[in-house]
Protein backbone atom coordinates (compact mmCIF):
# COMPACT_ATOMS: atom_id res chain seq x y z
CA UNK A 1 0.00 0.00 0.00
CA UNK A 2 1.39 3.43 -0.42
CA UNK A 3 0.59 5.93 1.64
CA UNK A 4 1.62 9.98 2.28
CA UNK A 5 2.93 10.32 6.07
CA UNK A 6 1.24 13.66 7.46
CA UNK A 7 2.75 13.51 10.36
CA UNK A 8 6.53 12.05 11.91
CA UNK A 9 6.50 8.40 12.03
CA UNK A 10 9.48 6.88 13.91
CA UNK A 11 11.46 4.29 11.57
CA UNK A 12 8.94 5.28 8.63
CA UNK A 13 9.74 8.32 8.01
CA UNK A 14 8.97 12.48 8.02
CA UNK A 15 5.78 13.98 6.34
CA UNK A 16 5.80 14.57 3.32
CA UNK A 17 7.64 11.42 2.33
CA UNK A 18 5.49 8.71 0.12
CA UNK A 19 6.05 5.41 1.28
CA UNK A 20 5.26 1.74 0.99
CA UNK A 21 3.71 0.05 3.42
CA UNK A 22 2.24 -3.60 4.67
CA UNK A 23 -1.96 -3.33 3.97
CA UNK A 24 -3.16 -3.91 7.06
CA UNK A 25 -0.26 -1.29 9.05
CA UNK A 26 -1.58 1.47 6.79
CA UNK A 27 -5.69 0.58 6.90
CA UNK A 28 -5.81 -0.12 10.38
CA UNK A 29 -2.90 1.85 12.20
CA UNK A 30 -1.80 5.02 10.29
CA UNK A 31 -4.93 6.42 8.17
CA UNK A 32 -7.21 6.03 10.91
CA UNK A 33 -4.70 7.35 13.24
CA UNK A 34 -4.43 10.60 10.88
CA UNK A 35 -0.40 9.66 10.19
CA UNK A 36 -1.00 9.27 6.85
CA UNK A 37 -2.86 9.58 4.22
CA UNK A 38 -4.06 7.23 0.75
CA UNK A 39 -1.93 8.46 -1.97
CA UNK A 40 -3.63 9.47 -5.11
CA UNK A 41 -2.32 11.66 -8.06
CA UNK A 42 -4.11 14.83 -6.43
CA UNK A 43 -2.28 13.99 -3.20
CA UNK A 44 1.27 14.25 -4.85
CA UNK A 45 0.20 17.63 -4.84
CA UNK A 46 -0.53 17.88 -1.19
CA UNK A 47 2.88 17.16 -0.65
CA UNK A 48 4.23 19.97 -1.87
CA UNK A 49 2.32 22.38 0.76
CA UNK A 50 3.61 19.57 3.67
CA UNK A 51 7.25 19.93 2.44
CA UNK A 52 7.27 23.60 2.37
CA UNK A 53 5.64 23.63 5.70
CA UNK A 54 7.90 21.29 7.16
CA UNK A 55 10.93 23.70 5.60
CA UNK A 56 9.75 26.81 7.07
CA UNK A 57 9.70 25.25 10.79
CA UNK A 58 12.47 23.09 10.02
CA UNK A 59 15.79 24.19 11.20
CA UNK A 60 17.92 23.94 8.25
CA UNK A 61 21.27 23.22 9.12
CA UNK A 62 24.72 22.32 11.24
CA UNK A 63 25.26 26.01 11.55
CA UNK A 64 21.60 27.61 12.73
CA UNK A 65 21.30 24.66 14.87
CA UNK A 66 24.32 25.48 16.77
CA UNK A 67 22.75 29.07 17.11
CA UNK A 68 19.70 28.45 18.32
CA UNK A 69 21.31 26.38 21.08
CA UNK A 70 23.43 29.20 21.52
CA UNK A 71 20.39 31.18 22.56
CA UNK A 72 19.07 28.45 24.26
CA UNK A 73 22.05 28.12 26.16
CA UNK A 74 21.70 32.06 27.92
CA UNK A 75 17.89 31.70 28.23
CA UNK A 76 16.13 31.81 31.98
CA UNK A 77 12.81 29.90 31.40
CA UNK A 78 10.42 30.22 34.24
CA UNK A 79 6.83 28.56 34.34
CA UNK A 80 4.05 29.37 36.68
CA UNK A 81 1.60 26.96 37.79
CA UNK A 82 -1.12 26.24 40.51
CA UNK A 83 0.05 23.67 42.82
CA UNK A 84 -1.15 22.71 46.32
CA UNK A 85 0.34 22.28 49.36
CA UNK A 86 4.45 20.85 49.47
CA UNK A 87 4.53 22.33 45.27
CA UNK A 88 2.62 19.34 44.19
CA UNK A 89 0.90 20.86 40.44
CA UNK A 90 -3.06 20.51 39.68
CA UNK A 91 -2.38 18.71 36.19
CA UNK A 92 1.61 18.57 34.76
CA UNK A 93 3.75 20.73 32.46
CA UNK A 94 3.60 20.09 28.59
CA UNK A 95 5.80 20.83 26.07
CA UNK A 96 3.69 23.00 24.70
CA UNK A 97 3.59 24.76 27.91
CA UNK A 98 7.48 24.92 27.84
CA UNK A 99 7.63 26.23 24.20
CA UNK A 100 5.46 28.80 24.92
CA UNK A 101 7.30 30.02 28.08
CA UNK A 102 10.78 29.86 25.97
CA UNK A 103 9.16 31.92 23.40
CA UNK A 104 7.98 34.68 25.68
CA UNK A 105 11.41 34.60 27.35
CA UNK A 106 12.87 36.11 24.53
CA UNK A 107 14.01 32.33 22.53
CA UNK A 108 13.76 31.18 19.70
CA UNK A 109 10.51 29.53 18.50
CA UNK A 110 10.96 25.47 18.89
CA UNK A 111 9.06 22.29 18.04
CA UNK A 112 7.11 20.75 20.92
CA UNK A 113 7.43 17.62 19.15
CA UNK A 114 11.42 17.61 19.67
CA UNK A 115 11.31 18.72 23.26
CA UNK A 116 12.25 15.44 25.83
CA UNK A 117 11.04 16.00 28.88
CA UNK A 118 12.38 14.52 32.35
CA UNK A 119 10.08 12.47 33.07
CA UNK A 120 6.73 14.15 34.12
CA UNK A 121 7.09 17.07 35.59
CA UNK A 122 4.25 17.45 38.55
CA UNK A 123 6.11 19.91 41.06
CA UNK A 124 7.52 23.31 41.36
CA UNK A 125 11.14 23.44 41.12
CA UNK A 126 14.48 23.40 38.42
CA UNK A 127 14.35 21.21 35.56
CA UNK A 128 16.66 20.34 33.16
CA UNK A 129 14.74 20.07 29.20
CA UNK A 130 16.65 19.03 25.82
CA UNK A 131 15.57 20.11 22.87
CA UNK A 132 16.57 18.06 19.64
CA UNK A 133 17.96 20.62 17.02
CA UNK A 134 19.50 18.63 14.49
CA UNK A 135 20.21 14.90 14.47
CA UNK A 136 23.39 15.91 15.52
CA UNK A 137 22.80 19.11 18.10
CA UNK A 138 20.48 18.34 21.49
CA UNK A 139 20.36 21.79 23.44
CA UNK A 140 19.97 21.47 27.09
CA UNK A 141 18.21 24.62 28.88
CA UNK A 142 17.18 25.07 32.64
CA UNK A 143 12.81 25.47 32.99
CA UNK A 144 12.07 26.78 36.76
CA UNK A 145 8.80 25.70 37.40
CA UNK A 146 7.13 28.17 40.11
CA UNK A 147 3.70 28.56 42.13
CA UNK A 148 1.57 30.91 41.20
CA UNK A 149 0.10 33.43 43.92
Given at each position: ?????????????????????????????L???????????????Q??????A????????????????????????????????????????????????????????????????????????????????????????????????
Amino acid sequence: MKIILTQEVSGLGTPGDIVEVKNGYGRNYLLPQGFAIQWTKGAEKQVAVIKRARDAREIRDLGQANEVKAQLSGLKVTLTARSGNGGRLFGSITPAEIVDAVKTAGGPVLDRRRLELPGHIKTTGAYNVQVKLHPEVTATFPVNVVAAK
